[in-house]
């Protein structure tokens, strides 16, 4: 079992980005995926302060980069939710699991989408096999996220664009059975309207 204070000096390592000595606590025999009482790996806490050198070397050392937290964190949904092109960048080329969800049951394209990180979701449109259609536990795909989520503007049109050109369904209603286009003018969304209905919507 390893000592406390070695943990803590791993930890602070990856936190603030000091690479020598993370290399010196994993020389010492340190786990690469120990999880702290949130159960944050190191490579998790290193991607949550954008040391991006301290998370491609974790990676090339055999971190677990799909090891989730308690709050189903990992470095690569966190660079999802908050937008962080190079994070994502890195865990794609790194083989993230595409496949693993949030707390609320979304693949990283769903957040991302909500969010309006319109780089992020064209990089997981154009780069990856990721499920553009995937529901989450509310019964919401990623274009029914984009809609009802954030504030219908120009970022959050280009991104039900480029969902609807990557094979997003407008006919994948919610939980209770209501379109993607009823939503949108639920919500007064005129110009959402317009594109769903160009692209095919009833």
């Avoid at 340190?30 to 949130?38: G, S």
């Avoid at 064209?122 to 509310?138: A, G, K």
Wanted: some cysteine; aromatic content about 6%; hydrophobic content about 40%.
């Amino acid at each position: 079992m390893i000592k406390t204070n070695e943990s803590k000096i791993f930890f602070d390592a990856a936190r603030t980005g000091d690479l020598e000595s993370l290399k010196k606590s994993l020389e010492l025999g340190t786990d690469i995926n120990m999880q702290d009482k949130k159960k944050r790996t190191a490579i998790l806490l290193a991607a949550m302060n954008k040391h991006y050198d301290v998370v491609k070397y974790l990676a090339d050392a055999g971190a677990d980069i799909n090891r989730q937290d308690q709050t189903c964190l990992n470095p690569f949904l966190f660079g999802c939710i908050n937008g962080d092109l190079k994070l994502v960048r890195l865990m794609i080329s790194a083989g993230a699991n595409l496949n693993l969800v949030t707390r609320f049951g979304g693949v990283g394209i769903t957040p991302a989408s909500e969010k309006g990180h319109i780089e992020v979701v064209r990089e997981l449109l154009t780069s990856t096999d990721i499920n553009v259609n995937h529901t989450n536990y509310c019964g919401w795909t990623p274009l029914i996220e984009a809609i009802v989520l954030n504030n219908g503007d120009t970022r959050q049109q280009a991104i039900i664009k480029l969902l609807l050109e990557n094979g997003a369904d407008t006919e994948l209603a919610d939980q209770y059975g209501v379109t993607p286009i009823e939503l949108a003018r639920r919500k007064g969304y005129k110009e959402i309207e317009e594109i769903l209905l160009e692209a095919g919507a009833e």
